[in-house]
């Protein structure tokens, strides 16, 4: 026992020996004797040049405490980089036996640096590359050594790593810490004012952590620049043993001010209940983030996997409800002209994410805008720009988005209207209506599907389409529509490679209701009844005019069970037949349309003008013929039409016989669409006279052929009769110069008898 005792005495004296020297030396040396030493250690060693000018004091035990006040540190002769009023640190001796770091502070106040990154990318936080000779020996030892022994490395990286000491630090508080970047590449100016307060900081615990930060960017002549503003809260933990962090309650709140932004300042806050970091795993997990910017709330839970080789990731984003035309109206951005003022108010979104840096898959993504719900998959390709997108949707009223349409009222001409119709049109051609570069940069695919839509007053059932889109062609094959009982069928390409772009397009339509489409579309209502169309089209512009204009093509239109609203051919032509008599009809006795059976026309279009030389229309009371032009571009038509009538049920009414009844009366229809369909059509006066002219000369030939052929009959008669007589005459003549001849040769031969007797 007696060795435990004098190990004891040792340790008991050792201990005394070096209290005694931490006494002397707090009571007799004076630490701001050793400044131009540190100096000059400083500049040779490492080639910094340090500035002290504050006194320095320090303390041993129980804390290891140092204090520096006035201190400025640059590199070489290079201006100061880092500058502060004061530094304290304090740190517990007897801890440290039990290999525990416990720091009762390290605070930091008015530190002050100024980084520089020249035109070359040189920082003067870097090295001067002319080290000191010191530092180039030191520099040939170490590259010596990894030279002769290359495996050196690997070894020390095999070596596990030692663990790190237990840490305990009370507070760590950088106050009013000033940073300046100036960086000559890229013409950018940095400058930020920032506070930050750890306590209780341990491992393997949570401790509280504020940061305040006043951040201004802007050129180099402080030009442009952008304000912000930012304060967080959070709770910090680090695991040193599974190379883990984990942060909470995390609360950023950031203002950001420039005359750059469409409103000034944006005020944003966001809120994280979780962040968890695991390093040899490269994860991390974000779980209960929400932002909150202008009115927006953005909800989201991020996974990302393999962050530091081959990141992935996978979210869930949230929108909650917002009005887009407030949001546009905070930003300062003009509001689109609307008809409906309740339209484009409310939206939401749900959008689940999952990728990495090669792909990212968007799926399901539902959004709701005012009544208007889509459900979307989406698949983007980021090396090269890829997409393929499907999109569901239903209860889509564009025309609640659209301008409302200028109507007349009770002070305006139609002369004003149309000038308003003339400016706003013009104002709108100013503008390309296919984004011609835009879809040069497409290349993906999209298909769609959607239910109850109405755009200019048409009302779509459902419309289904996939459109592929490479190197500015866009295909729509197929595009099908449901509409008005009927559907169409296209196949349709778009192509803007070239100056103009050029649109391809093969509609078929089949048994779509004619008169509520153009009653809705055009407010037309001039004709109904089932259509049925097939044909080929092709156009180019990129102005609904230039696409009008340049609009060729054949179809072959067919009409069934239809009529000619608001126009009657047959009363157009009694009033023609009228007129001509000097008449009048009994409009009472005729209905306000043309009905008929079919109609059917191939239709020739040349540069936006439309010809239908084949026009017929079949019907019970009417036959119709046509030909003519009409105009898109224009919105005009200039057309005849040739009627016939059918006689018998319209005698009352038009007291018409059966010789009028194999005529066609020439009808002419022109003018505007908008014209009114009762006085769009009228009779060609001057073409029922000379029908009229026509049928009387006719008829005055068939009379003088009649009297002709009768004369002729009576000729041939009298001839005939006197014929008769003549032959009778002549026979009667024969008769008698016969019986006279006779009478003459038996009186001679009673004569001879006579003689003879007499010689006798």
Same mark, same amino acid.
């Given at each position: 026992?007696?060795?435990?005792?004098?190990?004891?005495?040792?340790?008991?004296?050792?201990?005394?020996?070096?209290?005694?020297?931490?006494?002397?030396?707090?009571?007799?040396?004076?630490?701001?004797?050793?400044?131009?030493?540190?100096?000059?250690?400083?500049?040779?060693?490492?080639?910094?040049?340090?500035?002290?000018?504050?006194?320095?004091?320090?303390?041993?035990?129980?804390?290891?405490?140092?204090?520096?006040?006035?201190?400025?540190?640059?590199?070489?002769?290079?201006?100061?980089?880092?500058?502060?009023?004061?530094?304290? @640190?304090?740190?517990?001796?007897?801890?440290?036996?039990?290999?525990?770091?416990?720091?009762?502070?390290?605070?930091?106040?008015?530190?002050?640096?100024?980084?520089?990154?020249?035109?070359?990318?040189?920082?003067?936080?870097?090295?001067?590359?002319?080290?000191?000779?010191?530092?180039?020996?030191?520099?040939?030892?170490?590259?010596?050594?990894?030279?002769?022994?290359?495996?050196?490395?690997?070894?020390?990286?095999?070596?596990?790593?030692?663990?790190?000491?237990?840490?305990?630090?009370?507070?760590?508080?950088?106050?009013?810490?000033?940073?300046?970047?100036? /960086?000559?590449?890229?013409?950018?100016?940095?400058?930020?004012?920032?506070?930050?307060?750890?306590?209780?900081?341990?491992?393997?615990?949570?401790?509280?952590?504020?940061?305040?930060?006043?951040?201004?960017?802007?050129?180099?002549?402080?030009?442009?620049?952008?304000?912000?503003?930012?304060?967080?809260?959070?709770?910090?933990?680090?695991?040193?043993?599974?190379?883990?962090?984990?942060?909470?309650?995390?609360?950023?709140?950031?203002?950001?001010?420039?005359?750059?932004?469409?409103?000034?300042?944006?005020?944003?806050?966001?809120?994280?209940?979780?962040?968890?970091?695991?390093?040899?795993?490269?994860?991390?997990?974000?779980? #209960?983030?929400?932002?909150?910017?202008?009115?927006?709330?953005?909800?989201?839970?991020?996974?990302?996997?393999?962050?530091?080789?081959?990141?992935?990731?996978?979210?869930?984003?949230?929108?909650?409800?917002?009005?887009?035309?407030?949001?546009?109206?905070?930003?300062?951005?003009?509001?689109?002209?609307?008809?409906?003022?309740?339209?484009?108010?409310?939206?939401?979104?749900?959008?689940?994410?999952?990728?990495?840096?090669?792909?990212?898959?968007?799926?399901?993504?539902?959004?709701?805008?005012?009544?208007?719900?889509?459900?979307?998959?989406?698949?983007?390709?980021?090396?090269?720009?890829?997409? /393929?997108? +499907?999109?569901?949707?239903?209860?889509?009223?564009?025309?609640?988005?659209?301008?409302?349409?200028?109507?007349?009222?009770?002070?305006?001409?139609?002369?004003?209207?149309?000038?308003?119709?003339?400016?706003?049109?013009?104002?709108?051609?100013?503008?390309?209506?296919?984004?011609?570069?835009? $879809?040069?940069?497409?290349?993906?695919?999209?298909?769609?599907?959607?239910?109850?839509?109405?755009?200019?007053?048409?009302?779509?059932?459902?419309?289904?389409?996939?459109?592929?889109?490479?190197? #500015?062609?866009?295909?729509?094959?197929?595009?099908?529509?449901?509409?008005?009982?009927?559907?169409?069928?296209?196949?349709?390409?778009?192509?803007?490679?070239?100056?103009?772009?050029?649109?391809?397009?093969?509609?078929?339509?089949?048994?779509?209701?004619?008169?509520?489409?153009?009653?809705?579309?055009?407010?037309?209502?001039?004709?109904?009844?089932?259509?049925?169309?097939?044909?080929?089209?092709?156009?180019?512009?990129?102005?609904?005019?230039?696409?009008?204009?340049?609009?060729?093509?054949?179809?072959?239109?067919? $009409?069934?069970? #239809?009529?000619?609203?608001?126009?009657?051919?047959?009363?157009?032509?009694?009033?023609?037949?009228?007129?001509?008599?000097?008449?009048?009809?009994?409009?009472?006795?005729?209905?306000?349309?043309?009905?008929?059976?079919?109609?059917?026309?191939?239709?020739?279009?040349?540069?936006?003008?439309?010809?239908?030389?084949?026009?017929?229309?079949?019907?019970?009371?009417?036959?119709?013929?046509?030909?003519?032009?009409?105009?898109?571009?224009?919105?005009?038509?200039?057309?005849?039409?040739?009627?016939?009538?059918?006689?018998?049920?319209?005698?009352?009414?038009?007291?018409?016989?059966?010789?009028?009844?194999?005529?066609?009366?020439? $009808?002419?229809? +022109? #003018?505007? @669409?908008?014209?009114?369909?009762?006085?769009?059509?009228?009779?060609?006066? +001057?073409?029922?006279?000379?029908? @009229?002219?026509?049928?009387?000369?006719?008829?005055?030939?068939?009379?003088?052929?009649?009297?002709?052929?009768?004369?002729?009959?009576?000729?041939?008669?009298?001839?005939?009769?006197?014929?008769?007589?003549?032959?009778?005459?002549?026979?009667?003549?024969?008769?008698?110069?016969?019986?006279?001849?006779?009478?003459?040769?038996?009186?001679?031969?009673?004569?001879?008898?006579?003689?003879?007797?007499?010689?006798?």
């Amino acid at each position: 026992m007696v060795w435990l005792k004098r190990i004891g005495m040792l340790v008991v004296g050792l201990f005394a020996v070096i209290a005694l020297l931490l006494a002397y030396v707090m009571l007799f040396v004076n630490p701001n004797d050793f400044k131009d030493e540190l100096k000059s250690v400083a500049l040779e060693k490492a080639n910094v040049s340090l500035r002290l000018d504050g006194d320095i004091s320090w303390s041993f035990f129980p804390w290891l405490g140092l204090n520096l006040e006035d201190i400025g540190v640059a590199l070489g002769s290079d201006p100061e980089i880092v500058q502060f009023d004061r530094a304290e @640190f304090g740190l517990a001796i007897l801890p440290l036996l039990e290999q525990k770091i416990q720091v009762n502070k390290v605070n930091l106040v008015n530190v002050k640096a100024s980084l520089i990154k020249n035109a070359k990318g040189q920082g003067n936080w870097q090295l001067n590359p002319s080290a000191s000779p010191s530092e180039k020996s030191l520099n040939q030892t170490e590259t010596t050594a990894a030279t002769v022994n290359p495996s050196s490395s690997t070894t020390t990286d095999s070596t596990p790593s030692r663990a790190l000491p237990a840490i305990q630090l009370d507070e760590l508080r950088i106050e009013n810490a000033q940073v300046q970047y100036r /960086d000559e590449q890229t013409n950018q100016l940095l400058s930020a004012v920032f506070n930050i307060q750890l306590n209780d900081v341990e491992w393997d615990k949570a401790w509280p952590m504020v940061m305040d930060i006043a951040v201004t960017q802007s050129d180099l002549q402080g030009q442009s620049p952008i304000k912000a503003n930012v304060s967080l809260n959070a709770n910090l933990a680090v695991f040193p043993e599974r190379e883990a962090l984990a942060l909470d309650s995390l609360v950023l709140s950031a203002e950001v001010d420039s005359a750059l932004l469409p409103v000034s300042p944006i005020s944003a806050k966001l809120k994280v209940a979780n962040v968890d970091v695991d390093l040899p795993q490269e994860n991390v997990l974000i779980e #209960g983030a929400a932002l909150s910017v202008l009115g927006v709330n953005l909800d989201a839970k991020v996974q990302a996997y393999q962050v530091l080789s081959e990141p992935q990731f996978s979210a869930v984003l949230s929108v909650g409800d917002v009005n887009p035309r407030y949001l546009m109206t905070r930003l300062n951005l003009p509001v689109p002209d609307m008809s409906d003022d309740s339209a484009f108010t409310k939206a939401r979104a749900n959008i689940t994410l999952e990728g990495n840096l090669e792909s990212i898959t968007a799926q399901p993504i539902s959004i709701a805008m005012d009544d208007t719900n889509m459900e979307a998959n989406a698949v983007v390709d980021l090396s090269p720009l890829r997409w /393929d997108i +499907k999109v569901a949707g239903k209860n889509l009223d564009l025309d609640r988005y659209l301008p409302t349409p200028i109507t007349p009222n009770k002070n305006g001409s139609k002369e004003a209207i149309t000038a308003v119709q003339m400016e706003a049109q013009t104002a709108q051609e100013a503008d390309a209506l296919i984004p011609v570069e835009l $879809i040069r940069g497409l290349n993906g695919h999209v298909g769609l599907v959607f239910e109850n839509i109405i755009v200019k007053k048409v009302k779509i059932d459902k419309v289904s389409l996939d459109s592929t889109q490479s190197h #500015g062609v866009v295909t729509v094959a197929p595009l099908q529509v449901a509409l008005y009982k009927g559907t169409v069928s296209s196949k349709a390409r778009l192509d803007v490679r070239g100056k103009q772009p050029v649109i391809d397009v093969s509609p078929a339509i089949e048994g779509v209701q004619i008169q509520p489409l153009l009653v809705d579309f055009m407010d037309l209502n001039k004709i109904a009844g089932a259509t049925y169309l097939n044909g080929d089209l092709k156009t180019s512009g990129n102005s609904v005019n230039d696409l009008m204009a340049s609009l060729q093509g054949d179809v072959l239109i067919e $009409i069934k069970n #239809g009529a000619l609203v608001g126009t009657n051919l047959t009363k157009t032509v009694c009033e023609g037949i009228a007129a001509t008599r000097k008449e009048r009809i009994d409009e009472q006795q005729f209905g306000p349309d043309t009905p008929f059976e079919t109609m059917r026309f191939p239709a020739h279009i040349v540069n936006g003008q439309v010809s239908t030389p084949g026009l017929k229309i079949s019907s019970a009371g009417i036959q119709v013929t046509g030909d003519g032009v009409v105009s898109l571009p224009e919105s005009s038509l200039n057309y005849q039409a040739n009627v016939g009538l059918a006689g018998s049920e319209l005698d009352n009414a038009c007291r018409v016989n059966e010789k009028v009844t194999k005529l066609a009366f020439p $009808i002419v229809c +022109k #003018g505007q @669409f908008s014209d009114d369909p009762a006085g769009l059509c009228r009779p060609d006066l +001057k073409g029922f006279g000379k029908l @009229f002219a026509d049928l009387a000369k006719v008829e005055l030939t068939q009379k003088l052929d009649a009297e002709k052929a009768r004369l002729k009959a009576k000729e041939a008669e009298i001839k005939a009769e006197l014929d008769a007589k003549k032959q009778a005459e002549t026979a009667r003549l024969k008769a008698e110069l016969e019986a006279k001849r006779k009478a003459e040769e038996e009186k001679l031969k009673e004569k001879l008898k006579e003689k003879l007797k007499s010689l006798f």
